[in-house]
């Protein structure tokens, strides 16, 4: 029963941050791009002033798989680039922390992109 509630809250919490990001496409004349970086940079400011840990950690996969957590995982590889290798740890920590993230998502691009055949919207 433990694993049933687990996974609800990660279902509602995960469903709560896409449906603000739809409600936001739909209601608002923002774009996705800019909704995106919203969303990233709201985990970067939750990471730094460390409230994203508890919302991890009641939330889990419903926080950290949208990009929400990927903001985060840049901000928290910076703040431990910065403690243990001063400035330059600014511009390296974040893509040092996620760099197999990074790595993934262009070899899957590159891949889809060899498969299937894009075209623009009409």
């Keep these: 029963m433990d694993i049933f509630l687990t996974y609800l809250i990660v279902f509602l919490v995960g469903g709560l941050v896409c ?3 739809e ?3 739909i209601t608002t004349n923002i774009t996705s791009a800019r909704i995106l970086v919203t969303f990233e940079m709201l985990g970067v400011l939750l990471q730094a002033v460390g409230v994203y840990e508890y919302i991890s950690d009641f939330a889990k996969a419903g926080v950290n798989v949208p990009i929400i957590g990927f903001g985060a995982s840049l901000a928290k590889g910076a703040i ?3 403690k243990t290798n001063g400035f330059l740890g600014i511009f390296t920590g974040g893509l040092a ?4 993230g990074i790595a ?3 070899f899957f691009a ?3 992109a060899l498969i299937f055949k894009s075209h623009t919207k009409k």
């Design 19 to 21: 449906m603000i990001g």
């Design 23 to 25: 409600v936001l496409i």
């Design 80 to 82: 431990g680039a910065v």
């Design 97 to 100: 922390a996620t760099a197999g």
């Design 104 to 106: 993934a998502a262009i």
């Design 110 to 112: 590159f891949i889809f």
